[in-house]
């Protein structure tokens, strides 16, 4: 036999699955069958690639091999695999251990151990115990003590025996089997009664007791025997009940010869086999009960651990001590944007996200190990930025570290809890604290210049009129402010109720455009409409302040004296009006929060009062109706809100 051969064998003796792979090309040089019989969904062969053979584990083995093989030291881990043909996970251990090939390849002995397969173990220990419960039943002890007595009787030449077994913590015995063809022996008895059996089993040495020197209860069952003297031999069983073999000798006055006292205690010794063999079985199987028991709850905690940590919605992420991640949450999955095992290690882990402090510093995890990330990440009072694919969040990091009895650590668990939407909230109450200091004064000053203007220009009614008018449209501006805010507080309590009516569209926009005009007479406002009524349910106030909301957007953000343009069209089941300007217009980062609540674009701060609640409160009053709102633009382009409204023969 050749060395490659002898190699064969000696992987074919393996029951677990072993392969020896090339550490460079991450492809199987040799492997036993344990292991070409693994549930990969591809045919395993020597020469075919572990990437090839799973998409799933085939990265992970590949990776570890390259580990071991670049460290060259033993490694050993362990990680959850799905195979295709499987319903349910399963755990393995891996140990992978670098070798020198022939031509000085770099080649990794990958051994790979099943620790619980669930199902299959718990079958197995089911398939013990009902075994071990028919044994039992087969070679019943009575039955087979029985025809033990059966036989002992004849050889030595006894008129009777039996075997009582204690049946207690008190005095009682209990006759377990016996052969006595004339008197039987009582079914229970005490040692109180028959003291000599109490001191046999004292001594622990076998006994004679005729009817000279028995006692009362002895010589009464002697004498309904018709029998001379009884043998007595201790019965003695570790793991269960003890007791005495009991011989019925039918001449009172021949004592038994030694033969028959070293057949006896033979006799007794096979009772005492049988007894601790039929006890040992039954303490087998209950412990078998047990085991089964106990590891049946220990897969159901897991289990209940596992659907605990996938049910949350902190993200959770566990390391095993080489920086593999042995269990991530969907939570987890979802904040950095990967699917289902998408990472496998830390270094996958700090290239998929940017780690940030709350000042803004970048946490530098360039080649940073596992250890000091951690470290790190304690010493940033554990509030940190996630740099993200869907942008920045905000993450309270809890690490715990869980070690062996060593004291070296074997696991690391890391939970984020997202506080994104609390920084968010804190955001907007700086918002509105600026708004009230700084957007709610300025129309409040202008107020008070004004009244103090009519106080001494009141003799001049032109000066007097133009600060009448100027403390007015300074009110408005207040006032509609405020109404933002009152609005918006109500829609996020769920109390901004609406009352649809049927109305017609095009005759209700005709207004509405009348009295936008005569307020913003510097912007010429149009509407294009068909000539057709196009009857909708909405409510009339409603419906003023979202194409009031739009118009005044358009005008605040064009050109002074740039035209604003309304349509409106039927389309399906479905009336759809349009507000276009010719303003400065929206980059698609703009254009995707245009609707968040406090939302201001740039331009807008720069150049313009609002808190940034006029878009939200519109899309809010549109969905309320059934309707959908969105807008179209580009920079310098101008915009176009388009908003639509069910007609009013849908809702009857």
Not at 57 to 70: F, K, M, N, S, W
Not at 360 to 370: A, N, P, W
Not at 375 to 389: F, G, H, K, N, Y
Not at 423 to 439: G, N, P, T, W, Y
Request: aromatic letters at 6%; a negative charge; proline letters at 5%.
């Amino acid at each position: 036999m050749d060395d490659m051969s002898l190699v064969r064998a000696v992987l074919d003796a393996a029951e677990d699955p072993v392969a020896i792979v090339e550490a460079s090309g991450q492809c199987v040089f040799l492997c036993n069958s344990a292991f070409r019989n693994l549930d990969f969904g591809e045919p395993c062969a020597e020469g075919v690639g572990l990437r090839q053979l799973s998409p799933t584990l085939g990265p992970i083995l590949g990776d570890l091999c390259r580990d071991a093989a670049a460290e060259g030291n033993t490694v050993s881990t362990c990680f959850s695999w799905k195979s295709p043909l499987s319903d349910e996970p399963s755990f393995w251990s891996v140990r992978l251990a670098p070798i020198r090939g022939p031509g000085d390849k770099d080649l990794v002995v990958l051994s790979l151990h099943e620790e619980t397969d669930h199902a299959r173990l718990v079958r197995k220990l089911d398939s013990i115990i009902s075994s071990v419960t028919r044994e039992q039943r087969d070679r019943d002890l009575g039955a087979a003590v029985a025809q033990l007595l059966e036989i002992g009787a004849k050889v030595l030449d006894t008129s009777g025996l039996a075997v009582m077994l204690s049946s207690g913590g008190d005095d009682a015995l209990s006759c377990l089997a016996q052969h006595a063809p004339g008197v039987p022996f009582p079914d229970r008895t005490t040692l109180s009664d028959w003291p000599s059996i109490a001191e046999a089993i004292k001594l622990d040495h076998s006994l004679y007791v005729n009817r000279s020197v028995a006692a009362d209860g002895e010589a009464k069952f002697l004498d309904t025997a018709k029998s001379g003297g009884l043998l007595i031999c201790p019965i003695r069983v570790s793991v269960g009940p003890s007791g005495v073999l009991l011989g019925l000798l039918p001449d009172a006055d021949c004592e038994p010869s030694s033969d028959q006292m070293c057949l006896a205690e033979v006799i007794a010794g096979k009772c005492a086999s049988l007894a601790e063999s039929y006890y040992n079985e039954e303490r087998f199987a209950l412990l078998l009960m047990a085991e089964r028991n106990a590891y049946t709850r220990a897969v159901t905690s897991t289990r209940q651990l596992r659907a605990l940590l996938e049910s949350l919605c902190d993200a959770v992420v566990i390391f095993d001590r080489f920086g593999r991640i042995i269990f991530a949450n969907s939570s987890f999955e979802e904040l950095l944007g990967v699917g289902p095992g998408g990472l496998r290690d830390w270094n996958q882990l700090r290239q998929a996200a940017v780690f940030r402090r709350l000042d803004g510093s970048v946490i530098d995890t360039d080649g940073v190990d596992l250890a000091d990330a951690l470290q790190e990440l304690r010493s940033a009072d554990m509030d940190i930025i996630v740099e993200t694919p869907s942008g920045p969040r905000y993450e309270k990091v809890t690490v715990g570290v869980l070690r062996d009895d060593n004291g070296e650590v074997e696991s690391v668990i890391c939970i984020a809890h997202d506080w994104t939407n609390i920084h968010q909230m804190r955001e907007a109450q700086l918002d509105v604290i600026k708004f009230v200091s700084h957007d709610l004064r300025t129309p409040l000053t202008q107020i008070m210049a004004r009244a103090q203007l009519i106080e001494l220009v009141a003799d001049k009614p032109d000066a007097v009129r133009r600060a009448a008018a100027a403390i007015v449209s300074a009110s408005k501006h207040m006032n509609n402010m405020i109404h933002d805010i009152t609005d918006s507080a109500r829609i996020e309590l769920g109390k901004a109720p609406v009352s649809p009516k049927p109305i017609d569209l095009v005759h209700t926009l005709s207004e509405i455009v009348d009295a936008l005009c005569s307020c913003n007479p510097q912007s010429p406002i149009r509407m294009h409409a068909p000539t057709e009524k196009t009857t909708v349910m909405v409510d009339p106030l409603r419906l003023e302040r979202i194409v009031g909301n739009l118009v005044s957007n358009a005008i605040k953000y064009s050109p002074h004296g740039s035209p604003v343009l309304i349509t409106v069209e039927r389309c399906g089941d479905e009336a759809k009006v349009a507000v276009t300007d010719r303003g400065v217009g929206m980059t698609p980062e703009e254009l995707a929060k245009v609707f968040d609540r406090y939302y201001r674009a740039p331009e807008a701060i720069r150049g313009s009062e609002g808190l940034g609640l006029g878009l939200f409160i519109t899309k809010s009053f549109v969905e309320a109706h059934g309707g959908r709102i969105w807008a179209e633009s580009s920079p310098g382009q101008g915009s176009v809100f388009h908003f639509t409204l069910p007609l009013a023969k849908d809702l009857h």
